[in-house]
């Protein structure tokens, strides 16, 4: 049994003890019945009334309590709508008192979350103003009297977020391009004459609005700076070479020339005046002395010439070179030649440059041969003659390989340019094939050279005898004889010991020289002499005629003398 019930009978049982005792007091006082009935009704009127009172009291209570339910419930409706949560079911098996006290806990703990909600959204969009306002954007865009979703204000903050990023990513990009601009307006000696460029070159940078036309501005001002910078440099080397090719041409001692060395660098306004006006004042010198300056022209031309392989046609094509009437309008001509010429060089300066290798390896080249065909070399001492044949071999792998490179190369040149490359007049691997051919026709002359000397002394030596020779030791063999020596028209002939041999220079036939052994004729050969008597006479006609015609018989050829 619950207290309550058993405090509720423990009241009844009270009530009927308090009557008892009432009607027993009323007893011994000897109360009528008329005067206890009206004494037990205003008992009863009393007690009525008190209980009626508490169960009013209680069903008040009771009608509040509902009544706070449903307006709870109405608020939560509108919250959970506001907060963009699901709706909160009923609780079921909960007395009145508690369910009360539940939905007014949950409607404290939402409208707390919709204060911090309102209140975060406040700040963000303070943030947002702020950003905005250096930025030059937009605001972001969110219902300011609408309580904000968690996704609405994640979104918010992440917007935020790459807001400030982007702020400093462009507070670093225009604190660079100024230091940059600054840079550039110094050098060039320029001074801010817009409202932008003062905004840009001010102390206070947090007053300068990063808004992105502001950023294309600035990004626009710098380049248009260091499009002037690099006008201004291009006009100060134009000017500075001009300078040096007129020093060069006038013969400009260094001591002049180092007076105006501190012009030499920078590019500002007041460098580029200065350069002018030495232009100016060299360019007054120049046509004092026409002469001399165009022969300097003259000699720059032919260095170019000689690095293009122009030919002599090709040179002579410029007349005015050849032109002995020194006049402005000659320079002027020659100004141009010289700068034509210098842009063709320039446009194919590695093709030249490869092409000049090449021919400077021919040269050694055939320096090289030049030297293998000398009988000299062989009395060099130290290993020359091996280093020169490694060198030639060398040489031979090098000139073939720049040979394949500079085919590809100039191939695709031609294919690029759509025209020929010309050396010399003549297409590159003409030329190089033209080299070549006059090579090998000069090594066969050569070989011929050799093989008709050779032939003649042959011949010679089949009509007069050998040459005398150097005795050379031999060994394992027997004495040695001495060779003959006789005199023709008082020129000495000498012919070699009897066992020597001789290559023809016609197709390689060995021919023997003849052996000491009678003639056909039954002539005699004449006995051998010391070379102490080898002068004493000249042969006889007869035995000169037999030698021969025994020498041809035995061979069984015929040889024209």
Not at 101 to 130: F, G, I, P, Y
Not at 192 to 212: I, N
Request: proline letters at 3%; one cysteine or more; hydrophobic letters at 35%.
């Amino acid at each position: 049994m619950r207290k309550s019930e058993v405090v509720a009978a423990e009241a009844v049982s009270y009530l009927n003890r308090a009557i008892a005792e009432l009607r027993d007091i009323w007893e011994e006082i000897g109360i009528s019945e008329e005067q206890r009935l009206e004494r037990v009704c205003t008992v009863n009127m009393h007690i009525k009334n008190l209980l009626d009172m508490m169960v009013a009291e209680e069903e008040g209570l009771k009608e509040r309590l509902l009544k706070s339910i449903a307006l709870c419930r109405n608020e939560l409706d509108t919250l959970c709508k506001e907060l963009r949560l699901d709706p909160i079911e009923a609780e079921e098996g909960s007395t009145i008192l508690q369910m009360e006290k539940n939905l007014r806990a949950r409607v404290e703990v939402m409208l707390k979350q919709k204060r911090d909600r309102m209140q975060e959204l406040k700040t963000l969009q303070e943030q947002d103003k702020d950003l905005c306002s250096i930025l030059c954007t937009a605001p972001f865009s969110i219902d300011s009297n609408a309580v904000p979703s968690l996704e609405d204000l994640d979104r918010y903050r992440r917007h935020l977020a790459s807001l400030t990023t982007e702020k400093e990513k462009r507070r670093e990009e225009f604190v660079s391009r100024k230091r940059q601009i600054i840079l550039l307006m110094e050098e060039l000696d320029h001074t801010p004459d817009t409202s932008f460029q003062q905004e840009v070159v001010s102390e206070d940078e947090e007053a300068f609005c990063l808004s992105e036309d502001n950023i294309a501005a600035l990004q626009h001002l710098l380049q248009q700076l260091e499009a002037q910078r690099s006008l201004n440099e291009a006009v100060c080397e134009e000017l500075r070479s001009r300078i040096l090719v007129l020093w060069e041409r006038l013969q400009i001692p260094e001591e002049e020339r180092a007076a105006s060395a501190v012009h030499m660098a920078g590019s500002r306004a007041k460098i580029i005046k200065a350069l002018q006006l030495e232009v100016d004042q060299l360019e007054e010198m120049k046509l004092q002395n026409m002469k001399s300056v165009v022969q300097a022209i003259r000699a720059e031309l032919a260095v170019y010439w000689d690095k293009c392989f122009y030919t002599q046609e090709q040179r002579e094509g410029f007349s005015a070179y050849y032109d002995e009437d020194y006049t402005e309008t000659l320079l002027e001509l020659h100004d141009a030649e010289v700068e034509k010429m210098k842009s063709y060089y320039e446009a194919h300066k590695d093709l030249f440059g490869a092409a000049q290798k090449w021919e400077e390896n021919w040269k050694l080249f055939l320096e090289l041969e030049r030297k293998a065909t000398d009988p000299g070399r062989f009395a060099n001492r130290g290993g020359n003659l091996l280093k020169e044949e490694k060198q030639r071999a060398k040489l031979q792998k090098t000139l073939s390989k720049l040979q394949e490179e500079l085919q590809s190369r100039v191939q695709a040149w031609e294919q690029e340019q759509e025209g020929p490359f010309l050396i010399k007049g003549q297409q590159f691997m003409e030329y190089v094939m033209e080299q070549w051919q006059l090579y090998h026709l000069e090594k066969e002359k050569e070989k011929q050279e050799r093989q008709l000397k050779k032939s003649r002394q042959i011949e010679a030596e089949m009509m007069y005898g050998s040459t005398p020779r150097t005795p050379i030791k031999r060994r394992a063999l027997g004495p040695h004889t001495p060779g003959k020596m006789r005199k023709l028209n008082g020129n000495s002939i000498s012919s070699a010991t009897p066992n020597s041999t001789v290559r023809s220079a016609f197709g390689g036939t060995i021919y023997h020289s003849p052996k000491s052994k009678l003639p056909p004729s039954g002539g005699k050969v004449c006995s051998a002499r010391t070379p102490s008597r080898a002068a004493a006479r000249p042969p006889r006609p007869g035995h000169r005629e037999r030698n021969k015609e025994n020498v041809l018989q035995r061979n069984g050829t015929t040889l024209s003398a």
